[in-house]
């Protein structure tokens, strides 16, 4: 398995190219432009067999990868912060039509102020859509996620589009080592797409987007919702299949790590994860039994696994890179959920626009937060801002 060092950006378009695309359009913008410049390179130089469409706008980008798919082509575009919001409506209209393409989405800060660095906002404000929304920790997983993406879209279960995220900058710009496998791998692993459970062609019958009567409309959102369930089967399967096919596994919906001896528990997602990791390492030298469960998927988000681990837990700290302007952030609402508010639980929003979170500053709350739930028993904090 050839090894290269690529940026995350790069390492997107390796991906695409390995799952055989066969339609590309995407709008540039800071900083997911160089996935599709890349791309357009490879089209040019005859690397990649697909049809490469200029647009005006994201709206458009999407747009044309809609119609590639119900058409049942294998499609693909990317996007950042407010190019993701200019294609809103069709982020829905794709959801809502079942079809099948994968979405690179380089997260960025929403202004104003202006601001082009890393933050979460643009793609937990997809949540309620009905894709499939994964969040990769480094560049290696760049790749398999976009690769399971595709495989995951296209089940006949779940027949749902997918986004896979990436910190902007953090992993968009920095090189890495990446393991590529062997296209003749890929091949085996993903086939060309098959043409089911529907694709709008002459003569099919098969139409998309009419006006249904309210029945029909309210059966559709619930087969998308069905679909989200079965598509937790299918991530644990097809990352069991990859495991058999590269040697890496990822844990499926959500990665423990060290949680199994663990009493007190950071839950968070993106690359930041290994500094959280770090952490644990270094607090568990000082005899605080810390673990991470980084989440993998925020949708279908990951609530039975979460329960079976953390129930028991005395502490679990959220740690999220946007904010819902109700309860703290997102992903605490999430966890929150999930468990029920047993635990001790503490929601943490940091990070956001890009401010630096390090080793160090994940040492020192959770070890603040172990320390408060020792000498007070049961805490639970809504949203606490780090740094402000």
Not at 107 to 132: C, F, L
Not at 214 to 223: G, N, V
Not at 322 to 332: A, Q
């Amino acid at each position: 398995m050839p090894r290269k060092i690529l940026t995350g950006n790069h390492t997107v378009a390796e991906a695409v190219k390995l799952a055989r695309v066969q339609v590309i359009a995407a709008y540039p913008i800071t900083p997911q432009t160089t996935i599709v410049e890349k791309l357009a390179e490879m089209v040019e130089h005859g690397e990649i067999e697909a049809k490469m469409i200029r647009v005006e706008s994201e709206h458009s980008a999407l747009a044309a990868v809609y119609g590639a798919a119900a058409g049942g082509a294998r499609a693909f575009t990317a996007t950042s912060s407010h190019g993701l919001l200019y294609m809103h409506e069709v982020v829905w209209w794709a959801a809502a039509s079942r079809l099948p393409l994968v979405m690179a989405v380089v997260t960025r800060a929403i202004g104003p102020p202006w601001n082009i660095h890393v933050s979460h906002e643009d793609i937990m404000d997809q949540r309620d859509t009905g894709w499939i929304i994964s969040m990769a920790e480094d560049n290696q997983e760049v790749l398999d996620l976009v690769l399971q993406a595709f495989r995951i879209s296209e089940d006949e279960r779940v027949y749902l589009p997918a986004m896979v995220g990436l910190d902007g900058f953090l992993l968009s710009h920095t090189a890495m080592p990446v393991d590529v496998p062997e296209q003749e791998v890929v091949d085996s692993w993903l086939p060309p797409r098959l043409p089911r459970p529907y694709v709008i062609e002459p003569g099919s019958g098969v139409i998309m987007g009419n006006i249904p009567p309210d029945e029909a409309f309210y059966r559709m959102r619930h087969s998308m919702q069905r679909a989200m369930y079965n598509a937790k089967r299918v991530i644990e399967e097809v990352d069991e299949e990859y495991y058999k096919m590269t040697g890496r596994r990822y844990g499926g919906l959500v990665e423990f790590y060290r949680c199994d001896d663990a009493k007190y528990v950071v839950v968070l997602m993106g690359t930041w994860a290994g500094n959280a990791k770090e952490a644990a390492d270094r607090l568990r030298e000082r005899g605080i039994p810390v673990g991470v469960a980084r989440i993998r998927y925020v949708r279908p988000f990951p609530r039975e696994r979460l329960r079976e681990k953390l129930l028991g837990m005395k502490g679990v700290m959220v740690f999220d890179r946007s904010v819902s302007m109700g309860r703290g952030g997102p992903l605490h609402a999430e966890v929150v959920e999930a468990l029920e508010a047993k635990p001790s639980i503490m929601g943490v929003v940091a990070g956001v626009g890009g401010v630096d979170v390090g080793v160090r500053d994940f040492e020192k709350l959770v070890e603040d937060f172990v320390k408060k739930v020792e000498e007070e028993g049961r805490v639970y904090v809504n949203d606490y801002w780090y740094g402000v």
